[in-house]
């Protein structure tokens, strides 16, 4: 068994897909764990065709390709904080956190649910999350997301009269506040509001995986989840806010 190599950086680890245009996906999580002074390592769930205003198709991998992947990792990286994002259906993402858990049993993982492409292509219309829930250390649906996963009208709500062994952080970009994209965690710890000023005319391809792998490298770095959801909001506004296209970069 080779010995794990050391590094004075966190390692964040994001399994999701890979984006040609760099926008989303792991691409653009690799660019953020590199702004936020971690060492971010990836692994493909599939092979997108698409740019930031047009998706074509995705290619798929195996669970046999994506073992692989992950278990070349874990021979050498130590590895804590686990970032999902686009993953092909409820059976391979139960596949991935029963090989995760399995292997390292105390990571924390971070799943940022995507339904939807922002050109528009749909992936999936639901996944069986109350299954799998507990495994979870954060998920980080928007509200449009949130209502289809926890199959409701109003997911403020549904948050607030539910205890779940996650925490959630709903992401208030698709809310209908005109004046405010208000994010919301939900915790044991009670509730935390993360406001900022809403964009007018701006959408960045890939915002959601940004603030995801941010807020993992956040929790790399050794900040409470409060703290990491925080300054994840922050960087991601100087990211919506870098230019009048919708391919973003921190400023």
């Not at 989303?24 to 769930?45: C, R, Y």
């Not at 993402?93 to 292997?103: A, F, P, R």
């Not at 105390?106 to 799998?132: R, W």
């Not at 000023?197 to 929790?219: D, P, Q, T």
């Amino acid at each position: 068994m080779p010995k794990k190599i050391i590094y004075n950086r966190p390692i964040i680890l994001s399994i999701g897909g890979f984006d040609p245009s760099g926008g989303a996906g792991i691409s653009a999580d690799i660019k953020t764990f590199e702004q936020h002074n971690v060492i971010g390592l990836s692994v493909a769930t599939c092979i997108t065709i698409q740019n930031e205003n047009e998706f074509k198709k995705v290619y798929w991998l195996s669970f046999k390709q994506i073992k692989e992947q992950i278990q070349v990792l874990l021979k050498s990286y130590s590895i804590k904080i686990i970032k999902i994002g686009l993953i092909k259906d409820f059976k391979m993402l139960n596949n991935i956190i029963s090989l995760l858990k399995k292997n390292i049993p105390e990571c924390k993982i971070i799943f940022d649910p995507i339904l939807k492409a922002t050109a528009g292509f749909s992936f999936h219309k639901k996944i069986a999350l109350e299954k799998i829930i507990d495994n979870f250390f954060l998920l980080t649906p928007n509200w449009l997301e949130a209502k289809t996963l926890f199959n409701t009208d109003n997911p403020v709500l549904f948050f607030k009269e539910h205890q779940l062994n996650c925490n959630i952080l709903l992401k208030g970009g698709h809310s209908d506040n005109e004046r405010f994209a208000t994010d919301i965690l939900f915790s044991k710890k009670g509730e935390n509001i993360f406001k900022s000023k809403r964009l007018k005319n701006i959408e960045k391809h890939g915002s959601g995986c940004v603030l995801s792998s941010s807020i993992a490298s956040n929790l790399g770095l050794g900040m409470n989840l409060e703290k990491s959801c925080e300054n994840a909001k922050k960087y991601v506004f100087n990211f919506l806010s870098s230019n009048n296209n919708r391919l973003g970069y921190q400023t």
